[in-house]
């Protein structure tokens, strides 16, 4: 059973631009949530989607947004993009709301 | 804010047993207790969960304290491939969302 699949793994980009990460869920997961990792800041939550809708946000700025297609597959983008947000994009996915998250390895964004 | 509190750093040799405590005094009634660990280089990974019993699953055990105040993941046999940062997690199981809320965790070093 294939696990949870993030592209691409590694890209670097430089300030100002914009960037779309994607996750393919565990077959049959509904529900995909995301999360940026900082070695300052750790696991922080960014938002949640379960059938198509977003049921939860983290507190970043209005950059970062998200969306779930009627596949189960998610994709995040953020734009304008600043130094700050280099870090390691972990999306996960789950069969049923409460249930055990899988993690993929994650989307190491570089931002010079 | 993450609503535990582990050690930053724990040490053990390997194939001893290894007791990884959390303290989460303001455990509420509906909280899940959970705990992902992190490889190098890897998302995190379910560990174990549980709510006022103790668990036993393959991995782990989890010993939760009578009062929920606190709870301890206990590895049995340490290995090498046990090295990961340790997160203890509360799940409100009426939240309504996925969103997991890390701490620093506790990294665990063994020694061979």
């Known amino acids: 059973k294939a696990g949870v699949t993030q592209t691409p793994r590694y890209l670097i980009k430089t300030r100002g631009q914009q960037v779309t990460l994607s996750c393919s869920p565990i077959s049959g997961h509904r529900s995909v949530s995301w999360y940026q990792q900082t070695p300052g800041q750790g696991l922080q939550f960014l938002f949640e989607y379960f059938s198509e809708t977003q049921r939860n946000k983290g507190n970043f700025p209005g950059r970062f947004s998200g969306r779930q297609f009627s596949n189960s597959r998610s994709e995040m983008n953020v734009s304008t993009l600043e130094l700050g947000d280099s870090a390691l994009y972990l999306c996960?996915?789950?069969?049923?709301?409460?249930?055990?998250?899988?993690f993929g390895e994650g989307s190491r964004l570089t931002v010079l | 804010d993450a609503k535990t509190t582990q050690p930053n750093s724990m040490e053990s040799n390997e194939e001893e047993p290894v007791h990884l405590p959390c303290n989460h005094s303001t455990i509420s009634g509906t909280d899940y207790i959970h705990w992902y660990r992190q490889l190098p280089s890897q998302g995190p990974e379910y560990v174990i969960h549980g709510l006022t019993s103790n668990v036993n699953n393959r991995m782990a055990s989890l010993a939760i304290a009578e009062d929920r105040k606190s709870s301890t993941l206990i590895l049995h046999r340490a290995t090498l491939r046990d090295a990961a940062v340790y997160y203890c997690?509360?799940?409100?199981?009426?939240?309504?969302?996925?969103?997991?809320?890390f701490g620093k965790g506790t990294k665990l070093t063994v020694n061979p």
């Open positions: 997690i509360l799940r409100d199981s009426q939240g309504g969302s996925e969103k997991l809320v």
């Open positions: 996960a996915s789950s069969l049923a709301p409460y249930g055990e998250l899988f």
